[in-house]
């Protein structure tokens, strides 16, 4: 296993197996062909064809849009077609999350291919052998990836809240921190990645941060999304993510910018290049 593994099954889907779903000439999401079937029902407000989908005469104000595309989950969560909803509502955009045209509940993004935006955060100390890396094992009861290991804080981003406020709000939930803790943290980038998934197109962006823990830190989990935490030497963590499958998948990529920002991946890697520009590669 490498590496370069992670990043591609992170990036592992059909461009034939979906349709661009378009608003007004703007490809707001990739529709697998099994979804296009479900919204041939509402002709009203989709015209539907083998190469597209166009949402059409959707009402022309942002509250309106969003109110629409609730409705229609909603109707597909009763019969059975989405599995739930989360209570999250993200951004519908082609691009960043201020051109928000509407939005929509978390857990039904990847039905409709759009977009999703979330917050990732290594935490880290620095000893007088190396540095030492904090990550969570996810608890048993989680919907996804139950048991399988986890950033330090890792979270969905809500349009209601600001980077900066769901950054406190996450550390808070997962990890025990004080707000003037969180508010260390240093935004160092995003990764992006594009995944085939069973719920449908998942495009994301994850906004990636470095905190520099106190040695006396301890984590403490307040949402009972965590059910156990490792402070572990980086160089098993960097053995863990490139030879085991133990990271939920898309904190393999988080943690492998650390390394390469941290010297951990050397440059003369051969891999180096190839890494690099697949950690953010194109959202579909």
Not at 57 to 69: H, I, N, V, Y
Not at 201 to 214: G, I, R, T
Not at 232 to 260: A, H, S, Y
């Amino acid at each position: 296993m490498s590496f370069l593994d992670k990043i591609q099954a992170c990036n592992a889907w059909n461009p034939g197996d979906f349709v661009p779903f378009l608003l007004d000439g703007e490809r707001i999401g990739m529709l697998r062909h099994t979804a296009v079937d479900r919204l041939r029902r509402w002709p009203e407000h989709f015209t539907v064809s083998d190469t597209a989908v166009h949402w059409i005469q959707a009402p022309s104000d942002f509250d309106g849009r969003t109110a629409l595309l609730a409705d229609l989950v909603r109707q597909l969560v009763e019969e059975g077609v989405l599995s739930h909803v989360h209570g999250e509502r993200y951004p519908v955009t082609s691009g960043n999350r201020d051109r928000a045209i509407c939005l929509v509940d978390r857990a039904c993004a990847p039905f409709f291919g759009m977009r999703a935006f979330g917050q990732h955060l290594n935490g880290f100390v620095r000893t007088p052998t190396g540095i030492e890396m904090w990550v969570g094992r996810r608890a048993a009861d989680r919907r996804l990836y139950p048991g399988y290991l986890d950033n330090l804080v890792a979270g969905g981003l809500p349009f209601e809240l600001t980077l900066a406020e769901n950054l406190r709000k996450e550390c808070a939930e997962e990890a025990g921190m004080p707000p003037e803790l969180a508010d260390r943290a240093v935004a160092v980038g995003a990764v992006t990645y594009c995944r085939d998934s069973e719920r449908g197109l998942k495009p994301d962006v994850m906004y990636c941060y470095d905190l520099e823990l106190p040695e006396d830190f301890e984590p403490r989990c307040t949402d009972g999304e965590v059910e156990a935490f490792y402070r572990l030497p980086v160089e098993e963590i960097r053995d863990l993510v490139r030879d085991t499958g133990e990271f939920k998948l898309n904190c393999n990529l988080v943690i492998i910018d650390f390394l390469i920002r941290h010297g951990i991946i050397p440059q003369t890697d051969p891999d180096y290049l190839a890494i690099l520009s697949g950690l953010r590669s194109p959202l579909s």
